[in-house]
């Protein structure tokens, strides 16, 4: 397994601005994955991360708008740029180990006004 | 785009009580894996199955494995108010990607005392 933390935990924020989540794991790991998750229900995949190498964005999420950053194997950051209160979800970063396994961080919720 | 059904999506029981949630796709899956997630934190992974038939047990959980490898069964035994939370189902497709996963929609369960 890993640990996962992610900062900030949750914010509000204003339409029309950017904000950056940042996600660290503990041990070194090749996959890390972005997700999206309204309140109650299941998880949407944003994108997957992995280092050296462009974010792949999945169908309906394009890269101006989700920027990613992956500089070494511990650490990713999530932009979510041009808040609209759609983007108003919770965001998840997970780690891919053997096995197809996933392991989650808490998640930051994100409130934009 | 590969779909994995889930049901039922609300569930509200009594403490004692059994039940049972379901995991079907028509596509075939490489392996499946079950979490459960608590409000204000990440997934946590249950179990992973791989193997068709499979059965595993973890306390009073026990995951099924359909013998094609299309579906999944969760079952709980004499239920808590402890395992009151977000029970999702995710896949990984025989032919895909070998580490992305699909979530189901996730199954809502309250535990009541």
């Known amino acids: 397994s890993a640990v996962i933390s992610q900062k900030p935990s949750r914010d509000i924020c204003q339409r029309g601005t950017s904000l950056t989540i940042q996600c660290q794991v503990d041990?070194?790991?090749?996959?890390m994955f972005w997700y999206r998750q309204q309140p109650g229900q299941s998880l949407t995949l944003i994108a997957t991360?992995?280092?050296?190498?462009?974010?792949?964005?999945e169908s309906g999420f394009v890269i101006d708008k989700f920027p990613i950053s992956r500089p070494n194997l511990t650490f990713s950051t999530l932009t979510v740029s041009n808040m609209s209160p759609e983007d108003s979800s919770i965001y998840l970063c997970?780690?891919?180990?053997?096995?197809?396994?996933?392991?989650f961080g808490p998640g930051t919720r994100l409130t934009v006004l | 785009t590969q779909l994995l059904e889930q049901s039922p999506q609300f569930l509200s029981i009594q403490e004692g009580e059994n039940l049972t949630v379901y995991c079907n796709s028509s596509?075939?899956?490489?392996?499946l894996q079950w979490y459960r997630q608590e409000p204000g934190e990440g997934p946590v992974l249950l179990v992973t199955?791989?193997?068709?038939?499979e059965v595993k047990k973890l306390k009073r959980l026990t995951f099924q494995f359909g013998d094609a490898r299309k579906d999944s069964s969760l079952h709980i035994t004499a239920a808590q108010t402890g395992d009151t939370g977000l029970y999702l189902c995710?896949?990984?497709?025989?032919?895909?990607?070998?580490?992305?996963?699909?979530f189901g929609k996730g199954t809502l369960l309250t535990v009541n005392p």
């Open positions: 596509s075939v899956f490489s392996s």
């Open positions: 997970s780690v891919g180990l053997a096995g197809n396994e996933q392991f």
């Open positions: 041990s070194q790991v090749t996959m």
């Open positions: 991360a992995n280092q050296g190498s462009e974010a792949t964005y």
């Open positions: 199955v791989v193997t068709g038939g």
């Open positions: 995710a896949g990984a497709w025989s032919g895909g990607s070998n580490y992305k996963l699909t």
